[in-house]
């Protein structure tokens, strides 16, 4: 199984890092026009929008990464 962690930098309040079993994955950005969590994932030159809330938008991106 997967193992997915969420990390946010001091620095960057409105920014996630998002690894996989150890490897950088992508990072979920808030975007304050659309008001929505996006992730750009490291694989893609494109954001997937998701959730305002933060919980609901990892525990939606965790599922999607085990499956």
Request: hydrophobic letters at 35%; a negative charge; glycine letters at 4%.
């Amino acid at each position: 199984m997967k193992k997915v962690q969420f990390s946010t930098p001091y620095e960057y309040q409105d920014q996630v890092e998002v690894t996989v079993d150890g490897d950088k994955y992508g990072i979920l950005i808030f975007d304050h026009e659309q008001n929505v969590w996006v992730l750009w994932p490291s694989t893609i030159d494109d954001g997937i929008s998701y959730s305002d809330d933060l919980a609901e938008t990892q525990e939606i991106i965790t599922d999607e990464i085990k499956d």
